[in-house]
Structures are given as C-alpha cells and as structure tokens.
C-alpha cells in the first residue's frame, strides 16, 4: 500500500523558513515517481508550488515561489524535500506532496497526473 507523509509544517514568521518532508512507503521514488508539491489556502483552490522528476535532475517552480523554495530528493531516505525560506503570509497554506509515474515535464503541475496524495501539512505564516 503506498503511503505519503508530510511532515514539517507549522508556524513561522514572516521572513522565516520551514522545511518540508514527505516520506514514501510502498513506492520508490527513484522508480520513475515524480514529485510534485502542491498547496491549498483557506477559500482557494489547490494550486502547484513545485515538481521534481524521477530522477532528481529536473526542479520545477511556481513564479509565486521561484526563488525563495527548493525542492531536493535523498534517495536513502525515499524522502522529497520542500525548503521554504523567505516565507510571506501568502504562502499559508496546506501542503500537500504528490506521485506519479512517468508525468513528463510538460504534465508536472497537472493535479490529474499524480496517482498518490499524501494528507497535507499545515504552514502558516504571520506578519
């Protein structure tokens, strides 16, 4: 059965940094799983934050995001990283870690192509 967890969140001030885990079980995510990193603020619709491809080369960034977050994968670990810094009171939000195979890069910020949703993290910024 595969499982994704978030780990990570919380509260931090404006100007702070969290860093995010979503840890596999039942999957690998070096076996051709794309990550992706999506979130979902209080009366808003789940939007993408950022991807990272199977293999680890390849990051992808929302423009909202670009900059201030970076995306990492420890293989050992099955472990896909979210580094938050620089974090605003827009980026409150639930985040949530996704999988899938074989997405593409094109594909990466599509919710519909991801097979596997972990059950989200709460991130919440102050001012």
Same mark, same amino acid.
């Given at each position: ?24 079980? /039942?999957?690998?995510? +070096? ?18 934050? /950022? ?23 420890? +293989? ?30 094109? +594909? ?20």
């Amino acid at each position: 059965q595969v499982q994704l967890v978030e780990s990570g969140g919380g509260l931090v001030q404006a100007g702070g940094s969290l860093r995010l885990s979503c840890a596999a079980s /039942g999957l690998t995510f +070096s076996a051709y799983y794309d990550v992706g990193w999506f979130r979902q603020a209080p009366g808003k619709e789940r939007e993408p934050v /950022g991807a990272i491809t199977w293999s680890g080369r390849r990051t992808f960034y929302a423009d909202s995001v670009k900059g201030r977050f970076t995306i990492s994968r420890d +293989s050992a670990s099955n472990t896909v990283f979210l580094q938050m810094n620089s974090l605003k009171p827009e980026d409150t939000a639930v985040y949530y870690c996704a999988a899938g195979r074989g997405i593409g890069v094109t +594909s990466m910020f599509r919710e519909r192509e991801y097979a596997y949703w972990g059950q989200g993290t709460q991130v919440t910024v102050s001012s």
